[in-house]
T-cell receptor, first 113, second 112 residues
Framework: GENVEQHPSTLSVQEGDSAVIKCTYS??????FPWYKQELGKRPQLIIDIRSNVGEKKDQRIAVTLNKTAKHFSLHITETQPEDSAVYFC????????????FGKGTMLLVSP | DGGITQSPKYLFRKEGQNVTLSCEQN?????MYWYRQDPGQGLRLIYYSQIVNDFQKGDIAEGYSVSREKKESFPLTVTSAQKNPTAFYLC???????????FGQGTRLTVV
């Protein structure tokens, strides 16, 4: 089955800096890669996703890049703000059949004012 | 708030007892999922269902059971066979498998 590795497990940045979280996956057939944000005590929520026919996707301060050859994808947050502090999860899956999302173990991002 | 509701928010169980966690959605989603979240472990899939009256085991199904008698409901039973049941349980639904998943608020189960 699919295996997703996520790094780093914790990340501390100063407000205004950029943050990058990286994930690798094992199944070359995976073609859907979402990112979820979970604030303390709250439910995970989708912030951005990318499919394998695209190399990069942006949404305001958030971007995701995908390198299918190397089997890794990354989340980039620019101009970080304290409200970006949360746990971020990457995931990967096949977009077909009974395949489901396999999540990484999460990255705790702390943005200091 | 998201259209998917889990209850209760906190649950305490004595060892040896079965307990059922509720999950209801009004999003008309076909697919529903149960995840277990432990510190540093991410989200691990327990069971999922793509359609009514059908469900599949996930990565950590041992000691758990589910049913999907109605499209909007996907209850999870934590049985006494689950050796380490204390955890945060998240239910989710999606329009179909591998589209955006919407999560409930979670149930924190503590075995006492």
């Amino acid at each position: 089955g699919e295996n997703v590795e996520q790094h780093p497990s914790t990340l501390s940045v100063q407000e205004g800096d950029s943050a990058v979280i990286k994930c690798t996956y094992s199944d070359s057939a995976s073609n859907y890669f979402p990112w979820y944000k979970q604030e303390l005590g709250k439910r995970p929520q989708l912030i951005i996703d990318i499919r394998s026919n695209v190399g990069e996707k942006k949404d305001q301060r958030i971007a995701v890049t995908l390198n299918k050859t190397a089997k890794h994808f990354s989340l980039h947050i620019t101009e970080t703000q304290p409200e970006d502090s949360a746990v971020y999860f990457c995931a990967a899956s096949l977009y077909s059949g009974y395949s489901t999302l396999t999540f990484g173990k999460g990255t705790m991002l702390l943005v200091s004012p | 708030d998201g259209g998917i509701t889990q209850s209760p928010k906190y649950l305490f169980r004595k060892e040896g007892q079965n307990v059922t966690l509720s999950c209801e959605q009004n999003l008309n989603h076909d697919a529903m999922y149960w995840y277990r979240q432990d510190p540093g472990q991410g989200l691990r899939l327990i069971y999922y269902s793509q359609i009514v009256n059908d469900f599949q085991k996930g990565d950590i199904a041992e000691g758990y059971s589910v049913s999907r008698e109605k499209k909007e409901s996907f209850p999870l039973t934590v049985t006494s066979a689950q050796k380490n049941p204390t955890a945060f349980y998240l239910c989710a639904s999606s329009r179909q498998v591998n589209t955006e998943a919407f999560f409930g608020q979670g149930t924190r189960l503590t075995v006492v």
